[in-house]
């Protein structure tokens, strides 16, 4: 394989799916690798900015009818194995045990940093955009171009550093960041509870609270898709 045009590549095979290559990154000589990616010598990340993979995930979930244990897991895992497959790579996914750093993957490959809410803030799509797998290569030739090619360069301009008022800190009902970090269990108890059905219904307050990337906001479906999984989610 051309390891010159192996990202130009695999960039059109996920694009076929609403999804993209977030940046990578080679690892150094003799730096610790997380035993789930043990060997690799470098990662490109996938993702989505905005809505994109929404269509395609639901076109993919209309033909299955039936239950399927964590769908967009498993369609992420289907789609993205495939194109690891032709070029070579492994995947792995963000929900694979023991959990892989993608955060810290993602802030070297595209050199983000995280808003008040934990989630990375992104110079376009601010809190809308996630990582949906990583393909891990083993190979030098691959290694060596995607060090060359990898990372993404945004302005290092950090969106939330210039933000008045931060009103994302007081949207939340029951104020889960208002104190600094998040108060997972309290968000929990309030989207189980009847009170929280707005939560499902608008979608996480504080999120939707931020100015930044608004015109990549995920659509009422998605969000309340997002927060089943989330309240599903064991305490
Ligand atoms: S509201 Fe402001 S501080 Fe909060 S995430 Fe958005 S840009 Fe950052
Ligand atoms: S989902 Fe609802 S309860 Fe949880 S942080 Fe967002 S607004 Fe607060």
Known sequence: MNARRMIDDI???LALNGLILRGGFA????EPVPDGAAGARAVLLVGHGGPTIW??????????PGDIADPLDTWSRETIGAVAARFGARAVSPSDR??????QWAMRAEQLKASPLGILMHPEYGLWHAYRGALLFFDEAAAEEIAR????????LHLCDACDGKPCLNACPVSTHAQGGFAYQACLDHVRAPAGR???ETGCHDRNACPA???HRYSRAQQAFHMRAFAGAGS
């Open 11 to 13: 960039a059109a095979e």
């Open 27 to 30: 690892f150094a000589a003799g």
């Open 55 to 64: 269509l395609h995930f639901e076109a993919w979930r209309d033909a299955r």
């Open 98 to 103: 023991p959990w892989l750093p993608f955060q």
């Open 149 to 156: 090619r990898g990372a993404r360069v945004h302005a290092p």
């Open 198 to 200: 707005i939560c499902h």
């Open 213 to 215: 990337g608004a015109a």
